[in-house]
């Protein structure tokens, strides 16, 4: 059994990757190694340590322990701290509820190369510029669901394993292999898009303009490597993305509605444009 601790002091500095740091400090841009993400919930911890994340810490409520969370404990080292108390002292503690009364930190796993990632890989979503995390979870979670084999952020991209997108994602983030496609804003879309071509895949941009196919245009559908772009809330794709691909497609629609919002056009692009046998 893991190290029980009741808290009694909500100011000790071991409770603050639970409560006191930004998604920055947690991420530690500067030293990725000792980067850290939070995981919420049995089911999304359990989903994390299945895909081999290495836990640090847990904080949940004291009732959790022989509840919900008893099968987490018996997963995790014995060694490994796991803060307790009062769902009121725990919600003093970080600002808020806690989603199924469990909280995990765990160290961030080092991210896969580009071409390892897609050696093997028919379908990839590419992920340009989109800045909220609702919308990240929400496309992954399609992602795991419809059939994409991976996941590539532009560098400019919200961070999957950020709180609030791992949570949305309910842990497909940890299911759905991903990596960060170039190393600076610089690096997209012109570098990596050329990867992504060295690699075999032809390029969608999700985008209305009048050179738009229909995402159930035969040719695009019968593409044997697809990597489907989709852009950031509100502008969409740069006007360079979309130039540089192969093609434009778009969902057809009627009502005089003219677009979905980016985690809802994933979903039906992933269907209509799965591999298919």
């Not at 009694?8 to 006191?20: C, K, Q």
């Not at 640090?56 to 409520?61: H, K, R, T």
């Not at 190393?183 to 050329?194: F, N």
């Not at 969409?236 to 509605?257: F, N, Q, W």
Request: aromatic letters at 4%; glycine letters at 6%.
């Amino acid at each position: 059994m893991p190290h029980i601790i009741e808290i009694t002091d909500l100011a000790d500095p071991a409770l603050d990757v639970f409560a006191r740091l930004t998604e920055h400090q947690l991420r530690s841009r500067l030293e990725p190694e000792k980067g850290v993400f939070i995981a919420e919930s049995p089911k999304v911890i359990d989903r994390a340590l299945d895909a081999g994340c290495a836990p640090l810490a847990l904080l949940m409520e004291q009732r959790k322990i022989d509840g919900p969370a008893r099968g987490i404990l018996e997963r995790i080292a014995p060694d490994t701290p796991v803060y307790t108390a009062g769902r009121e002292v725990l919600t003093q503690l970080t600002g808020y509820a806690l989603t199924r009364g469990v909280l995990a930190a765990f160290r961030r796993p080092a991210l896969p190369g580009v071409e390892t990632l897609c050696q093997n890989a028919r379908r990839v979503a590419v992920l340009e510029n989109i800045v909220d995390s609702t919308n990240i979870g929400a496309i992954f979670r399609s992602a795991a669901a419809l059939h994409i084999d991976a996941v590539l952020v532009s560098p400019s991209c919200c961070d999957p394993l950020c709180r609030r997108a791992v949570r949305v994602s309910m842990g497909t983030v940890f299911q759905v292999p991903w990596t960060q496609i170039g190393e600076t804003p610089a690096d997209w879309p012109g570098a990596g898009l050329a990867r992504l071509s060295a690699l075999g895949f032809k390029t969608a941009a999700l985008a209305l303009t009048d050179r738009s196919v229909p995402i159930d245009d035969p040719a695009l559908m019968a593409e044997e490597r697809l990597a489907l772009i989709l852009g950031t809330e509100g502008d969409g794709l740069a006007p360079e993305t979309i130039a540089r691909c192969d093609y434009t497609a778009k969902i057809p629609m009627s009502h005089g509605v003219d677009s979905l919002n980016v985690a809802a056009a994933s979903a039906v692009a992933f269907w209509q444009l799965r591999a298919r046998d």
